[in-house]
């Protein structure tokens, strides 16, 4: 999918239609990490310390790129900044998209 690089957009600061740039970014942090039962919040509790096989709290390895069947696309959302005032807006709805070109 090809993006612009510049729209005119509505900015919520100025109040008006300006011109704004866009820029790519990641969806941000991973969901359910302050969850009890997340990874994060077990191995900060202590588990997966140690010898031996560690079960749940184990290292995994890292499924490669061929074996994965699902999700072939990555979910990205826009960073919109406003070249009047400067300031930036993130559009929270994220695109899923193969290939992000940025013309
Ligand atoms: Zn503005």
Do not use: D, H
């Not at 740039?21 to 969901?31: D, P, Q, S, Y």
């Not at 990490?33 to 079960?55: D, H, M």
């Amino acid at each position: 999918m090809k993006i612009p690089k510049k729209t005119n957009r509505f900015c919520p600061y100025c109040n008006k239609k300006t011109e704004q740039k866009i820029k790519l970014v990641g969806t941000g942090a991973k969901r359910g990490t302050l969850t009890r039962g997340s990874i994060s919040r077990a191995k900060k509790r202590g588990l997966g310390v140690g010898i031996g096989n560690k079960g749940k709290w184990g290292s995994k390895p890292a499924v490669s790129k061929f074996k994965r069947k699902s999700k072939t696309t990555k979910k990205t959302n826009m960073m919109y900044t406003c070249n009047v005032c400067g300031k930036s807006k993130y559009q929270k709805k994220g695109i899923r998209m193969g290939k992000q070109i940025q013309e």
